[in-house]
């Protein structure tokens, strides 16, 4: 059975800069859960940030991939330099899904850890740009294919088409 990578937000748990989830009521969520299928991840904490915790943004809403080459940071509001924790988280995920073969990650979108198709510009005015994470783009460079919670459906063609290959 293919298992799923899942920012644990999306599964309710309260783990977010604000102390929040972002739970998603979706069917096939619930069928995968309850298959077992999902592995539930928080990069941010895992990367020994605490909740609640100061937003962060990568500066210049540059991606996470300049922030895996070290062209960028992750800053605070306050610019508080928090990079080497969302590395840390990123790199634990990488290694949770290569230890249990994980092919496909559901993550938050807009997160800089998370965010697969859209991130923070950096402002800290609310405004997104097209980009990804650093978990999403570490994941993704690693062969894992990654979506946001909004593209659900996609997942489960994607998840579809691994299991008939086995």
Known sequence: MERILVSACLMGRRVRFDGRAKTVDDALLAGWRAEGRLVPFCPEVEGGLPVPRPPAEIEGGVGGAAVLSGAARILTPEGSDVTRHFLSGAYSALALARSMGI??????????????????????????????????????????????EDRIAEAAEYLGELEATL
Request: positive net charge; hydrophobic residues 35%; glycine residues 18%.
């Open 103 to 148: 092919r496909i990650a559901l993550l938050k979108d807009g997160s800089p850890s998370c965010g697969s198709l859209r991130i923070h510009d950096g402002t800290f005015r609310g405004s997104v740009t097209p980009g990804a994470g650093v978990t999403a783009a570490l994941l993704e460079a690693d062969g894992i294919r990654v979506y946001g």
